[in-house]
């Protein structure tokens, strides 16, 4: 955890296009360190996952860092959605090939990548803009507009319960970063402020509670996404902050491993609030 601890250090501090890269793969590796998350792969187990483990994430998120970096150049240089989306493809088949096929992070390499584009155009143009709000004017329109991935889960979720997905966020500058998981990380280190294990627990049952998770929908319908929230809201009636959270927050893991529930999109999202949460104070 020593890169983890470097990167905390100097918060503010402008990054070069590697270390955008770095920051973006460690966000994503902080993730996967982070237990109890409900129904999520962590270092202790592979929760509702049959499919991957802790070591198959950490070297996906090491896979692709490069890429990052590679979108952060490309922002830097005003790059269209064209080319993001072509750096994006070649990360996803890169993943693929690190994973034998398996689909460890398609939604962090779609929003983890647009945030490292705007963080690269901010550092170029110099300008205090939040990322989000860059994704939005820069590429909200084409993100929209732009082909869409009939067979993903998510988007399969989507059409059939209504709900936006991760198009409709990126597009919208990333409410759900900014708007629930950032306040949530805040408040949470005024609750645990010794313990980031902690606060990314509570930061993931807060975006659990309030985000429209497809990936929820797509495992266990609404119901499934009924319970999910529920059971995380009723978790942060008390938070990390009280006695025994760690076996509260472990029960409702093992319940979603029975149901079979995997909030993977709230999993990107806490990994893009990690991200921005480094470089905007």
């Not at 901010?122 to 082909?147: C, F, M, Q, T, Y």
């Not at 313990?195 to 497809?214: N, Q």
């Not at 999993?267 to 893009?272: I, K, R, S």
Request: aromatic fraction near 6%.
């Amino acid at each position: 955890m020593t890169s983890a601890l470097r990167w905390q250090s100097r918060p503010g501090r402008a990054l070069d296009a590697e270390e955008l890269g770095h920051l973006a793969s460690l966000s994503l590796t902080l993730e996967v360190e982070t237990y109890p998350k409900p129904g999520l792969v962590s270092h202790v187990d592979n929760g509702a996952h049959r499919d991957m483990d802790a070591v198959m994430l950490c070297l996906s998120a090491d896979t692709l860092a490069p890429f990052f970096s590679e979108l952060a150049v490309a922002g830097a240089e005003g790059a269209g959605m064209n080319r993001l989306r072509a750096i994006g493809v070649a990360a996803e088949r890169a993943m693929l090939a690190a994973t034998q096929g398996v689909n460890t992070h398609r939604g962090a390499i779609f929003g983890l990548g647009l945030l490292c584009a705007a963080a690269g155009y901010r550092n170029a143009v110099g300008i205090r803009k939040s990322l989000g709000r860059l994704v939005s004017e820069r590429w909200g329109h084409d993100i929209l507009s732009g082909p869409v991935s009939l067979r993903s889960h998510g988007a399969v979720a989507g059409r059939r319960y209504g709900a936006g997905g991760a198009r409709v966020e990126a597009a919208d500058g990333f409410p759900s970063v900014y708007d629930i998981a950032l306040p949530a990380l805040h408040a949470a280190r005024e609750l645990a402020p010794n313990d980031e294990e902690a606060v990314r627990v509570e930061t993931c049952m807060r975006l659990i509670a309030e985000v429209t998770d497809t990936n929820l929908l797509h495992r266990g319908g609404a119901e499934g996404l009924r319970f999910a929230q529920e059971s995380a809201a009723s978790f942060l009636a008390g938070g990390v902050g009280s006695l025994g959270w760690r076996e509260r927050a472990a029960e409702i893991h093992r319940a979603f491993v029975a149901r079979n529930l995997s909030p993977g999109g709230s999993a990107d999202l806490l990994a893009m609030a990690l991200f921005v949460d480094r470089l905007e104070v």
